[in-house]
């Protein structure tokens, strides 16, 4: 009988306090009437049993080993730190994969399965499912070693100060000043900007109904092509633009260091100067020996003649 009531007890509670948390659930506008599993009301329920028991056990441990002003200190720490912790993940879990999935349909599914003459009808829950795919692979390509397109360097060492810093050391203003904000920022102006033209703006131009639900459809992929050619086109501008000075610098020789440039320019006429001053200081040289040799063998000549002149007298 005990055995009996121990396993109802561990059944019955734990899929009843799931069910209650399933019958909250339906009632959020993004959900669309979730239907109600005992499966995961028992594992629901399973996981806020076991925390209330780990809290429990943790608080008593604390009040039996340490002072109460210790604990109450600690319980204020982690409460801050769980609520700073749990809206910046309430905000990257659940909002900005709401986002990216919305601008996905919006410029994928829409255009190609919507009629025009229909209006779309968006699942929540479903894009947040994408969103969520498409966030955990960019954040994936972010932390990869290697260079991968679409991913700046910069969100490389964002992630991994978090990383590093955990939830006990977390910053939550930086976070959200750095990481938080510029991400949502894009994906508001994404959705909004091609909206605003949409539906504000081009109406005002007077053409039919029909025009107007056709621009509305293809506005955000107008918006897409449009910003992809505006910046490829920035690109090539750019690519072309040190193409073009890396030719001229070749040509001109531009910042390069020219031995024969102001002041040393002059040095190879000085030296041209030079070697022919020493030239013609050696030709002289040379014409003066030549000069002193043949006033030597005339000097010999005359000398043999005197010698001669007395012999023959003898």
């Known amino acids: 009988m005990t055995l009996l009531i121990f396993n109802a007890g561990m059944i019955v509670f734990p899929i009843s306090l799931g069910r209650l948390v399933f019958e909250a659930v339906p009632r959020l506008p993004i959900t669309h009437g979730i239907k109600c599993n005992d499966l995961f009301s028992f594992s629901i329920g399973c996981y806020i049993l076991w925390s209330v028991a780990a809290g429990t056990r943790y608080a008593i441990d604390y009040i039996t ?8 200190q600690q319980i204020c720490k982690w409460c801050s730190i769980v609520l700073k912790s749990s809206v910046l993940l309430s905000i990257w879990i659940f909002v900005i994969p709401v986002l990216i999935g919305l601008l996905f349909e919006l410029l994928v599914i829409v255009p190609m399965r919507v009629p025009i003459d229909e209006s779309p009808v ?27 397109p679409l991913v700046d360097e910069s969100w490389r060492s964002k992630f991994e100060r978090v990383r590093d810093d955990g939830f006990s050391r977390l910053k939550g203003l930086w976070v959200l000043h750095e ?6 920022t894009k994906l508001l102006t994404a959705l909004c900007v091609p909206y605003v033209l949409a539906r504000g703006i081009f109406p005002l131009l007077g053409y039919p109904l029909i025009v107007n639900s056709a621009v509305y459809r293809f506005a955000w992929l ?39 440039f102001g002041e ?4 190879p006429e ?19 020996r030549d000069q002193e040799e043949e006033v030597g063998l005339r000097m010999r000549r005359n000398n043999m003649h005197a010698n001669q002149q007395p012999r023959f007298a003898l």
């Not at 080993?65 to 109450?72: A, T």
């Not at 894009?127 to 969520?132: C, E, M, P, Q, Y």
């Not at 040393?264 to 040095?267: E, M, R």
């Open 179 to 184: 990481i938080i904000m510029p991400i949502v």
């Open 122 to 148: 968006f699942l929540l829950y479903q894009d947040w499912a994408l969103g969520l795919i498409f966030l955990k692979i960019w954040t994936r390509l972010v932390m990869l070693d290697q260079m991968a």
């Open 270 to 288: 000085r030296s041209e100067s030079g070697a022919s001053i020493g030239s013609d200081d050696q030709d002289r040289d040379i014409v003066l």
């Open 264 to 267: 040393d320019s002059h040095s």
């Open 65 to 72: 080993s340490r002072q109460l002003g210790f604990l109450v």
């Open 222 to 260: 107008g918006s897409l092509i449009f910003s992809a050619l505006f910046f490829w086109g920035k690109r090539f501008h750019v690519w072309f633009t040190n193409l073009h000075n890396s030719i001229r610098d070749d040509r001109y020789l531009i910042g390069r260091r020219l031995h024969n």
